[in-house]
T-cell receptor
Framework: SQQGEEDPQALSIQEGENATMNCSYKTSINNLQWYRQNSGRGLVHLIL?????REKHSGRLRVTLDTSKKSSSLLITASRAADTASYFCATDEDDKIIFGKGTRLHILP | EAQVTQNPRYLITVTGKKLTVTCSQNMNHEYMSWYRQDPGLGLRQIYYSMNVEVTDKGDVPEGYKVSRKEKRNFPLILESPSPNQTSLYFC??????????FGQGTRLTVV
């Protein structure tokens, strides 16, 4: 079962601009997480937002969660070349962790 | 340093030859899991473990086995690998309800 689905699949923006990625899911969740993956490497946990939270910040990252719409967004402000990576949302379904297919973000110099 | 260690990083094997990919974490995490990553399909969970001697099937468990005899180790076993198991495999560990730490991945090719 594919729980989270990211949108868009790919995104290219100029360095310094903001990048927004969205995630939709299907069932009720306890929390939603965002991860970053650099080209074939292991995923790195970015931020976790619980179902009773609506917004969370961590440095240049801002995550929102709308449980009524079953959706979340990840905003990266003032993007940098090092932000080029794939970004995944993940949700919990019972005890399983379900990942979406990811958004490939490319920061243009 | 907190880490999840997978071995080997790269493996080429032949169809039917049993193999084991090891995974070890040093953070005393209860939850461990295995994923495979394939182009266009994202990460799919193979098996997970909530604690020692407790394992459960994820979304794509066919053709795989796991064991959790110790808290720190969670090996992935392919009894009879087939070419459709060629993939990039990740092990991860976490505390319940927290973000996961991932290993660096094992790129497996079955010919």
């Amino acid at each position: 079962s594919q729980q989270g689905e990211e949108d868009p699949q790919a995104l290219s923006i100029q360095e310094g601009e903001n990048a927004t990625m969205n995630c939709s899911y299907k069932t009720s969740i306890n929390n939603l997480q965002w991860y970053r993956q650099n080209s074939g490497r292991g995923l790195v946990h970015l931020i976790l937002i619980r179902s009773n939270e609506r917004e969370k910040h961590s440095g240049r990252l801002r995550v929102t969660l709308d449980t009524s719409k079953k959706s979340s967004s990840l905003l990266i402000t003032a993007s940098r070349a090092a932000d080029t990576a794939s970004y995944f949302c993940a949700t919990d379904e019972d005890d399983k962790i379900i990942f979406g297919k990811g958004t490939r973000l490319h920061i243009l110099p | 340093e907190a880490q999840v260690t997978q071995n080997p990083r790269y493996l080429i094997t032949v169809t039917g030859k049993k193999l084991t990919v090891t995974c070890s974490q040093n953070m005393n995490h209860e939850y461990m899991s295995w994923y495979r990553q394939d182009p266009g399909l994202g990460l799919r969970q193979i098996y997970y473990s909530m604690n020692v001697e407790v394992t459960d099937k994820g979304d794509v468990p066919e053709g795989y086995k796991v064991s959790r005899k110790e808290k720190r180790n969670f090996p992935l076993i392919l009894e009879s690998p087939s070419p459709n198991q060629t993939s990039l495999y990740f092990c991860a560990s976490s505390l319940p309800g927290s973000g996961a730490f991932f290993g660096q991945g094992t790129r497996l090719t079955v010919v």
